[in-house]
């Protein structure tokens, strides 16, 4: 019987102040390795554009199923963003695009931390979720006998509009978070041996210390998330593969590994 072996634990990156350039070098790599890779990227983006028309689609009365996908795919999701990540990794260092390869890669993923952090979406988006319920209970819970969804003068009242704003603000706040636990957390566990917490971590700790340039790299995505999903959300097959290499090349820069050089000085 032989015995597994654990891959030696990658030691801990330092971490880099970033400023408004290394936003604009990370876009205009994410352009060149779509340019240099399409296939990879319209194959890996399709997973979330189908993902979301099927989950459109479904919603139109069949409640369980849309619930039921709805928790399954952010743990889904993020192994095609694992395939944009490896896809750069592989651009960078000059390795081949080989497809059999790029996709043992995300397969091998299954075994390691990508997981876990998709249990942590899914945890996170039932607490979302929740507290969304429950702040539309404090405000419209005397609308109980109103049809929300063809009365919608019901949200134009002083307790609507409140709701909305409440909702927008908690929404944001919730959802910046996840992003700082989650944008450098990824291309981490895909590029060194690290456990999942200590990346995750690693990676708020990095948006922490970063925080306007990373709130506007937020907003960038969120503009260019909203832009693309105009068409019948078939302009997200070019942004989401762009976004997600730009972010690989912006981990990169933000995180300094011991022994590598440092991105912004190469």
């Known amino acids: ?8 634990a990658s030691p801990r990156p330092d971490i880099a102040i970033l400023d408004r350039s290394d936003l604009v070098y990370a876009l205009d790599m994410g352009w060149k390795d779509f340019r240099k890779a399409p ?20 919603s139109g009365g069949f409640v369980t199923q849309t619930v039921i ?19 750069s990794r592989r651009i960078e260092e000059g390795r081949p695009l080989d497809l059999y390869q790029i996709f043992g890669v995300i397969w091998n993923e299954k075994d390691r931390q990508i997981p876990w952090v998709g249990a942590i979406i899914v945890i996170y988006f039932l607490f979302y979720s929740f507290l969304a319920h429950m702040i539309f209970a404090l405000f419209m819970g005397l609308s109980v006998m109103t049809n929300v969804t063809s009365s919608y003068e019901v949200f134009l009242t002083t307790n609507g509009l409140t709701m909305i704003g409440v909702e927008l603000a908690v929404g944001a706040v919730l959802g910046f978070i996840l992003f700082g636990l989650t944008v450098f957390s990824l291309p981490l566990l895909v590029d060194k041996e690290i456990d999942f917490m200590t990346a995750m971590l690693l990676s708020f700790e990095a948006v922490r210390e970063n925080a306007g340039v990373m709130l506007l790299w937020a907003m960038v995505i969120a503009i260019y998330i909203v832009l693309a ?38």
């Open 1 to 8: 019987m032989t015995d597994t072996v654990v891959p030696e």
């Open 39 to 58: 296939f990879f990227g319209l194959v890996f983006s399709g997973v979330y554009v189908l993902g979301g028309l099927f989950l459109a689609f479904v």
């Open 69 to 87: 996908l709805a928790l399954g795919f952010p743990l889904i999701a993020p192994f095609a963003a694992v395939g944009l990540y490896e896809t």
């Open 229 to 266: 999903m105009i068409p019948a959300f078939l302009g997200l097959l070019v942004a989401l593969p762009v976004l997600g290499h730009a972010t690989w090349h912006l981990y990169r820069r933000a995180l300094i590994h011991p022994g590598e050089e440092d991105k912004r000085t190469a």
